[in-house]
């Protein structure tokens, strides 16, 4: 009997610059796991082409015309036909003041434009099996000073949802601020000497509780509602 073939990690790429689509998609699709769908040179063609294709992966610049790649991310993040759809953003800057409204609108993780090939693909497979891409440094930084500083956006932050935490046992809370720190869940069990699967059904029990869609929307519920601090 023949084993069946594993559907390839279908990408969309979203980028108003012809050269940085052509050098992904040439990267992307010598990979045999992983299938370029389309490309949009902005954030109401990404969002239009997303619904068409309905992709595993979307890399998502951040400065775009027309529609930029923030309120391109709410939309995809938010539409019932996409549940499955993850979103990347991309940006050239280490603190971009923008990707963190990115992630706060759903996107699972940012990254540098100058990050090593084998990085990129090695983050396309991570963010497709669920992952999010929280373990740089550089991801820490930014939402600290995100924190300390404010948005650069004129809309201000939404208030604590205390409703939310008050339904957090103590150790959900505990857990919730490790996440928050960027620590993975084998680093939490360390820390508070539990097993690893005691600490994702924790983990588990945030995302429902919380209405996270992945790690990174944690990260930022921990940090705008004062679970952590900068």
């Known amino acids: 009997m023949t084993a069946a ?3 390839p990690v279908r990408v969309l790429l979203v980028d108003d610059q012809t050269l940085v689509r052509a050098g992904f998609r040439a990267l992307l699709d010598s990979e045999p ?3 370029v769908v389309g490309e949009a040179v902005d954030g109401e063609q990404a969002v239009a082409m997303a619904v068409a294709t309905v992709p595993d ?3 998502m610049d951040v400065r775009m015309p027309r529609v930029d790649g923030l309120a391109a991310t709410a939309r995809i993040t ?6 499955g759809t993850r979103v990347v953003v991309l940006t050239t800057f280490e603190l971009d003041e923008y990707v963190f409204g990115a992630l706060r609108a759903g996107a699972s993780g940012f990254l540098l434009k100058d990050i090593e090939p084998v990085a990129l693909i090695e983050a396309v497979r991570l963010v497709h099996e669920g992952q999010a891409l929280l373990a740089p440094q550089v991801t820490r930084r930014l939402i600290e000073a995100y924190v300390a500083t404010g948005p650069a956006a004129p809309a201000p932050p939404p208030p604590p949802d205390s409703a939310r935490l ?3 046992t103590p150790r959900e809370r505990e857990v919730l601020g490790l996440v928050g720190r960027g620590m993975s869940n084998h680093e ?3 820390h508070l000497v539990l097993s690893p699967l005691t600490v994702k059904t924790h983990v588990s029990r945030l995302f429902l509780k919380l209405g996270a869609r992945d790690r990174a929307q944690l990260v930022v519920t921990a940090y705008e509602t004062g679970v952590i601090g900068a």
Do not use: S, Y
């Open 33 to 35: 796991d992983i299938e």
């Open 166 to 168: 008050a339904e957090l």
């Open 5 to 7: 073939v594993a559907r």
């Open 57 to 59: 992966v979307v890399l």
């Open 78 to 83: 938010g539409d019932a036909r996409l549940t």
């Open 188 to 190: 939490i069990a360390e």
